[in-house]
């Protein structure tokens, strides 16, 4: 029994000292390894047998086995970045620029390299560390006393000061003391001749980084000043951006983040929140109980095995809440640029910096996302697609793309320009592409069954427009405005939702009552309000508008909004639903190829709103000719590109009588 014994505590001695290995050769922190140390010592004394022993080691194997060092090289040239996302992308300049931008940057802070002064009145010795350091790659200026190094250091910032004791006017002690008040990140090595203990002794209580005697030897001041900046070095690394992509579903917000991580040479780990409501799947357990695991943000660090990878947390709009915590709250910390640095995981118990990830979170609307965590993020607006940028990325990327997956790539077909402009037009609806792929995508099945049957002997077929009807079937989709009649108490109103812009229609109607506005069609409550508002300013404007001032003791007003399966409710329906009324109660039909968008306050002006482009780009597919938005959004239209424009006429104005001409005959 007793060999057994030895032979039991000799292994577990042994499997203590390879994991010690381990924690050493992870090169981590100073804090984290100390740590780590200090848990291994403990096993040590613990039994094999208890529980705690196997959560010890589990916990100790996974801290070892996290790229606490580990880092992927950027690839800097920003014409091969910049190649690369316009080859797998059409379109998204803002993105791009984004991108683009955060490179150049980060290219700057690695060419600038460090910065050094020299501060000695011994013309010699000034120039021969000069020389030295120049050869090692520094920039190097000098100075001749304190008073010069303080005016050269007001003139730009550095990263160390190498500085003799003793000099006329400003002295080396008296010099690192102003150094240290001014500037407490620029490190001071002190240099003297007459080398005693007490002064060794005064300079490090005053914060020198170290102190060095003459004469001096080369290699001393080359490790020196090399352990010196080696802390800085994590400085001149630029921390991640925090980028979040808003846009509609199907606009590419998750393939850009693939692309962008293929661009820049990193490796890329995506994260889904949604429905995420478990606090611990962003900050982890506590390690006090068997089963606890680390965080999902962690986990996915260490699979990739790389600390500045690209990391998209994916519909960061949909994250959940209930009684187990609120995972949007744990991201606060994840996602600032000034906190991430020492993110705490509860299995971890030590700080991962964070600060070198970056992180792209997608939604598809921004008004579900907590304003705190907003904060943290810059928007980037992936807008919808216009119908020509549709075909030109079907052209490039969904057909070959769906080609290839039908098994065509022998006797590919040939999609005309027409055809899938009947595709996007009749068949398909959106502001991204998934259902013009999935369209496209049938359409090749369809051609890849009949090429088998037919012993694959038929030629590369041609796709028009009249075999898209043969294969896809009647349209799906028409323009329900342009082919719709002029009404009296309907108008056109345009709308911003999370699958991009759409048309809805306002009808009202009055009836023999007591003055009581019914109002339906499943609206929210701004929407309500805003339809009150409207009823207001028009019984208080009744003259202005030639309407009977007694109408409203007589009868009740209806107002509707069709599809009342599906809510509706935002702050910019004022002027649709002030137009349908005066319509309704001028008698004078609505344009129904006359489309508008805006909030209405009281005293008739239209204040701005949100979503211009999807708006604009559902008015086009809808047929519209004419759109009125606020006078405010000029700004937004300005930023817009012509070819959004063709063809639609666009109408800014500020109060609602500059446009009741325009939208009733």
């Given at each position: 029994?007793?060999?057994?014994?030895?032979?039991?505590?000799?292994?577990?001695?042994?499997?203590?000292?390879?994991?010690?290995?381990?924690?050493?050769?992870?090169?981590?922190?100073?804090?984290?390894?100390?740590?780590?140390?200090?848990?291994?010592?403990?096993?040590?004394k613990t039994p094999v047998e208890a529980a705690e022993y196997a959560i010890g080691i589990n916990h100790l194997e996974y801290l070892a086995s996290l790229p606490w060092n580990v880092y992927t090289e950027d690839n800097l040239d920003l014409q091969h970045v910049e190649n690369v996302l316009n080859r797998e992308h059409a379109g998204l300049s803002l993105v791009k620029e984004r991108i683009l931008e955060y490179l150049a940057v980060r290219t700057l802070e690695i060419q600038r390299g460090f910065r050094i002064l020299v501060v000695d009145d011994e013309e010699i010795t000034r120039a021969n560390l000069k020389h030295i350091l120049e050869k090692e790659g520094y920039q190097v200026a000098d100075a001749a006393n304190?008073?010069?190094?303080?005016?050269?250091?007001?003139?730009?910032?550095?990263?160390?000061?190498?500085?003799?004791?003793?000099?006329?006017?400003?002295?080396?002690?008296?010099?690192?003391?102003?150094?240290?008040?001014?500037?407490?990140?620029?490190?001071?090595?002190?240099?003297?001749?007459?080398?005693?203990?007490?002064?060794?002794?005064?300079?490090?209580?005053?914060?020198?980084?170290?102190?060095?005697?003459?004469?001096?030897?080369?290699?001393?001041?080359?490790?020196?000043?090399?352990?010196?900046?080696?802390?800085?070095?994590?400085?001149?690394?630029?921390?991640?951006?925090?980028?979040?992509?808003?846009?509609?579903?199907?606009?590419?917000?998750?393939?850009?983040?693939?692309?962008?991580?293929?661009?820049?040479?990193?490796?890329?780990?995506?994260?889904?929140?949604?429905?995420?409501?478990?606090?611990?799947?962003?900050?982890?357990?506590?390690?006090?109980?068997?089963?606890?695991?680390?965080?999902?943000?962690?986990?996915?660090?260490?699979?990739?095995?790389?600390?500045?990878?690209?990391?998209?947390?994916?519909?960061?709009?949909?994250?959940?809440?209930?009684?187990?915590?609120?995972?949007?709250?744990?991201?606060?910390?994840?996602?600032?640029?000034?906190?991430?640095?020492?993110?705490?995981?509860?299995?971890?118990?030590?700080?991962?910096?964070?600060?070198?990830?970056?992180?792209?979170?997608?939604?598809?609307?921004?008004?579900?996302?907590?304003?705190?965590?907003?904060?943290?993020?810059?928007?980037?607006?992936?807008?919808?697609?216009?119908?020509?940028?549709?075909?030109?990325?079907?052209?490039?990327?969904?057909?070959?793309?769906?080609?290839?997956?039908?098994?065509?790539?022998?006797?590919?077909?040939?999609?005309?320009?027409?055809?899938?402009?009947?595709?996007?037009?009749?068949?398909?609806?959106?502001?991204?592409?998934?259902?013009?792929?999935?369209?496209?995508?049938?359409?090749?099945?369809?051609?890849?069954?009949?090429?088998?049957?037919?012993?694959?002997?038929?030629?590369?077929?041609?796709?028009?427009?009249?075999?898209?009807?043969?294969?896809?079937?009647?349209?799906?989709?028409?323009?329900?405005?342009?082919?719709?009649?002029?009404?009296?108490?309907?108008?056109?109103?345009?709308?911003?939702?999370?699958?991009?812009?759409?048309?809805?229609?306002?009808?009202?109607?009055?009836?023999?009552?007591?003055?009581?506005?019914?109002?339906?069609?499943?609206?929210?409550?701004?929407?309500?309000?805003?339809?009150?508002?409207?009823?207001?300013?028009?019984?208080?404007?009744?003259?202005?508008?030639?309407?009977?001032?007694?109408?409203?003791?007589?009868?009740?007003?209806?107002?509707?909004?069709?599809?009342?399966?599906?809510?509706?409710?935002?702050?910019?329906?004022?002027?649709?639903?002030?137009?349908?009324?005066?319509?309704?109660?001028?008698?004078?039909?609505?344009?129904?190829?006359?489309?508008?968008?805006?909030?209405?306050?009281?005293?008739?002006?239209?204040?701005?709103?949100?979503?211009?482009?999807?708006?604009?780009?559902?008015?086009?597919?809808?047929?519209?000719?004419?759109?009125?938005?606020?006078?405010?959004?000029?700004?937004?239209?300005?930023?817009?590109?012509?070819?959004?424009?063709?063809?639609?006429?666009?109408?800014?104005?500020?109060?609602?009588?500059?446009?009741?001409?325009?939208?009733?005959?």
């Open positions: 029994m007793g060999f057994f014994r030895k032979s039991e505590e000799k292994e577990h001695f042994e499997d203590l000292e390879l994991l010690r290995q381990e924690i050493l050769k992870a090169k981590m922190p100073p804090a984290a390894e100390g740590y780590a140390i200090k848990e291994l010592d403990k096993l040590g304190g008073a010069e190094a303080m005016a050269e250091m007001e003139k730009g910032s550095f990263d160390l000061v190498l500085s003799d004791l003793l000099m006329l006017k400003v002295g080396g002690m008296e010099l690192l003391q102003k150094v240290k008040d001014r500037y407490p990140q620029t490190d001071v090595v002190i240099i003297t001749g007459y080398a005693t203990v007490p002064s060794a002794v005064e300079a490090l209580q005053k914060g020198a980084y170290h102190y060095l005697a003459k004469p001096l030897k080369i290699d001393e001041v080359r490790s020196t000043v090399s352990q010196a900046l080696a802390k800085k070095q994590k400085a001149h690394r630029p921390k991640g951006p925090v980028l979040c992509f808003v846009g509609p579903p199907g606009t590419g917000k998750t393939s850009l983040g693939k692309s962008i991580a293929s661009a820049m040479g990193r490796k890329f780990v995506r994260l889904a929140l949604g429905g995420m409501k478990d606090e611990a799947e962003i900050r982890g357990h506590r390690r006090s109980y068997a089963g606890a695991m680390p965080g999902r943000i962690i986990d996915a660090v260490r699979r990739v095995d790389s600390r500045n990878p690209v990391f998209m947390l994916d519909e960061i709009d949909k994250v959940g809440q209930d009684f187990r915590g609120d995972p949007a709250s744990a991201l606060l910390e994840v996602l600032d640029p000034e906190q991430n640095e020492h993110f705490l995981d509860y299995y971890l118990d030590v700080p991962f910096d964070l600060s070198g990830v970056m992180f792209i979170a997608t939604a598809n609307l921004v008004d579900p996302i907590p304003r705190p965590l907003l904060d943290r993020m810059e928007l980037l607006a992936l807008s919808g697609y216009t119908d020509e940028e549709k075909k030109r990325i079907a052209l490039e990327f969904l057909v070959p793309r769906q080609i290839q997956t039908s098994g065509l790539s022998g006797s590919p077909p040939e999609f005309t320009p027409e055809a899938l402009l009947k595709i996007i037009r009749e068949h398909t609806r959106e502001a991204g592409l998934r259902n013009l792929e999935r369209e496209i995508g049938s359409i090749c099945r369809k051609i890849a069954r009949k090429v088998l049957q037919q012993g694959r002997k038929e030629k590369s077929l041609l796709v028009t427009p009249e075999l898209v009807e043969d294969y896809l079937g009647p349209r799906k989709f028409h323009y329900e405005v342009a082919e719709a009649k002029d009404r009296i108490g309907v108008t056109t109103g345009l709308v911003w939702t999370e699958t991009g812009g759409d048309i809805v229609f306002v009808e009202a109607t009055k009836m023999k009552g007591n003055n009581k506005l019914i109002l339906t069609g499943s609206l929210g409550e701004v929407m309500q309000e805003s339809a009150q508002a409207a009823l207001s300013y028009i019984r208080s404007n009744a003259e202005r508008f030639k309407i009977d001032q007694d109408f409203f003791s007589e009868h009740d007003i209806h107002i509707h909004v069709p599809a009342g399966a599906i809510t509706k409710d935002g702050p910019s329906a004022g002027l649709t639903l002030a137009m349908a009324l005066i319509s309704l109660l001028t008698g004078r039909p609505a344009k129904r190829e006359v489309a508008m968008t805006g909030e209405l306050t009281l005293t008739g002006r239209i204040l701005p709103v949100a979503g211009i482009r999807e708006k604009l780009l559902a008015a086009r597919r809808a047929g519209v000719k004419a759109v009125v938005f606020p006078e405010k959004n000029r700004v937004d239209l300005d930023d817009l590109g012509p070819e959004i424009r063709t063809d639609i006429e666009v109408v800014l104005t500020s109060s609602v009588e500059e446009v009741v001409d325009l939208v009733l005959r």
